[in-house]
């Protein structure tokens, strides 16, 4: 049996020093399309609506997660369409509030972090699925897309037993693209009253 790998270990941590890193450069800077108005709200309104999705997606792919993990192969609901629902809402999340900004770089800043590290990660965690659980793994793989769902594949159980403490704790993680919204839109603000300088402006 595989134990968790470095790129395994590493991804809560290193996901929180970017996010940090790109934290610090967002309060310092502000988004050139803010001249136009248009341009900035379309921004803004498409930034909420993947973070809504992403919102919701990671909240359904952490009910069925719930007190199972690495115990048993989950192949329903959200992991049905895709082996890694979990990290595909997490990056249509993270875009989302990079478009939250209302600017292009930061999305693209963070599409090019997500893809430069988390293949790594996926390629990992299925070396270690494939040894716990051998054959059932590998036809799992065979019909199931890797990374972006396949929704016509989406099947659902009538009922689904969950541990509801872990849900409880996934949920809140699942609630940071919602509360980024607010923290961005109160940076935002911080700029428009001077209490925060504003060195760069970015588009």
């Known amino acids: 049996m595989l134990s968790h790998s470095r790129f395994e270990k590493l991804r809560i941590p290193l996901s929180r020093c970017f996010a ?5 450069f967002i309060i ?15 921004l ?11 919102a ?8 069925y997660l719930a007190g199972y993990k690495d115990s048993i192969l989950v192949t329903t609901g959200p992991y049905s369409m895709s082996r890694n629902p979990l990290y595909f809402f997490s990056l249509v999340g993270a875009f989302g509030v990079g478009l939250v ?6 999305p693209l800043i963070i599409l090019i972090l997500f893809t430069m590290y988390y293949p790594s990660v996926i390629r990992s965690e299925e070396r270690r699925l494939l040894s716990l659980h ?8 065979k019909n199931t897309p890797t990374f972006f769902p ?6 659902e159980p009538e009922t689904y037993r969950v541990n509801p403490k872990i849900f409880r ?8 693209f919602i509360w980024s919204i607010g923290i961005l839109e109160m940076i935002e603000a911080f700029h428009e009253t001077g209490i925060l300088p504003t060195y760069i402006k970015i588009y």
């Open 20 to 24: 940090v890193i790109l934290g610090l």
């Open 101 to 106: 900004t209302e600017t292009l770089l930061m």
């Open 134 to 141: 051998g054959e059932k793994f590998e036809s799992y793989c």
């Open 150 to 155: 396949k929704l016509s594949l989406l099947k």
């Open 44 to 54: 803004f309104l498409m930034g909420c609506i993947f973070v809504g999705i992403a």
């Open 28 to 42: 310092f800077s502000t988004s050139k399309w803010q001249e136009n108005s248009f341009t900035s709200n379309i």
């Open 56 to 63: 919701l997606g990671r909240l359904w792919c952490s009910l």
């Open 169 to 176: 704790r996934n949920s809140f993680n699942a609630l940071w």
